[in-house]
């Protein structure tokens, strides 16, 4: 077999050829990764980092990686169930549901009026009371910006 050859779907090419083809069709998404856990970027390929690091992280990359949501796209959603961003937004819907048959149980067995009970809070429920978030009071100029972004004040 020739470099760049497949066997049950799997690159046989091994090492470097491996990694220049994974580069070459999924470099955005393994810049991402690189960015976001380590600090390094492609850019720094040959210098700080050595194609050795570079094949030892993509082997153990995560599967709610972005370079692994890009050669698996099929999985997305598998990935999505046993990634911890979904837990979160999960239990939250639990709380409510609990909570919401706890007033029900509340209401149908008591004489007097029982309270409603509060939805419970998360960041991505907060704002203006449909869901919405909204950071900050209102636009900054563009001088702001530019001072904020350049770190003067």
Excluded: N
Excluded at 47 to 60: D, E, I, P, Q, S
């Amino acid at each position: 077999m020739g470099c760049g050859e497949r066997r049950r779907g799997r690159s046989v090419a091994g090492g470097i050829a491996s990694l220049a083809d994974l580069v070459h069709d999924h470099g955005g998404a393994l810049d991402y990764d690189l960015m976001t856990m380590t600090q390094y970027t492609l850019d720094d390929l040959g210098g700080r980092l050595t194609t050795g690091a570079l094949a030892h992280f993509v082997k153990h990359l995560p599967s709610h990686s972005e370079t692994m949501r890009a050669l698996f796209p099929e999985d997305a959603e598998r990935v999505a169930w046993t990634d911890g961003d979904m837990t979160a937004q999960l239990l939250a819907l639990l709380i409510d549901e609990v909570r919401g048959m706890q007033w029900i149980y509340a209401r149908s067995h008591s004489r007097g009026s029982v309270r409603r009970p509060q939805p419970f809070k998360t960041p991505w429920t907060e704002g203006d009371g449909r869901g919405e978030r909204h950071i900050g009071l209102g636009p900054i100029t563009i001088a702001e910006f530019d001072a904020w972004f350049d770190g003067s004040d």
